[in-house]
């Protein structure tokens, strides 16, 4: 087995940090992979937040008061939510159109290929 010669790279969070990813990963309609994609950290991590979380082991600052999620914010992330249906659906589009271009493309060359053929003869 090869010895590694750089210490792996640990990420340090603040608790802080810790506390509005799982805050954020409550809320309903919100799945862990969508905040933990938005927070650049492992799925895994951030269900391991969770659970000491819910144990009392990662609490808040008792200086720095969190607020639960604005309304505003809320509506961001349907907005965003929304965003990305539409974005899928118009790839989805996007795609059917160049098979349909493709298709067009094959049929016309067929016709180009069974005119000189009949020219031929």
């Known amino acids: ?9 640990t990420w340090q969070y603040s608790n802080e940090f810790k506390v509005k990813a ?7 309609g919100i799945q862990v992979q969508e905040i ?9 991590m951030l ?21 639960e999620v604005s309304s505003k914010q809320e509506k961001e992330i349907s907005k965003v939510k929304k965003l990305e249906a539409e974005n899928k ?17 094959e049929e016309h060359q067929q016709d180009i290929d069974s005119s000189r053929d009949l020219d031929k003869n």
Request: charge should be positive.
């Open 1 to 9: 087995m090869p010895k590694y010669t750089m210490p792996r790279k």
């Open 22 to 28: 799982v805050q954020l990963s409550l809320m309903n």
């Open 36 to 44: 933990a994609a938005t927070h650049d950290i492992h799925p895994f």
């Open 47 to 67: 269900s391991r937040w969770r659970k000491e979380y819910r144990e009392g082991k990662i609490v808040a600052d008792k200086g720095k008061k969190l607020t």
């Open 89 to 105: 659906k118009l790839k989805q589009e996007l795609d059917l159109l160049k098979k349909w271009q493709r298709f067009l493309a």
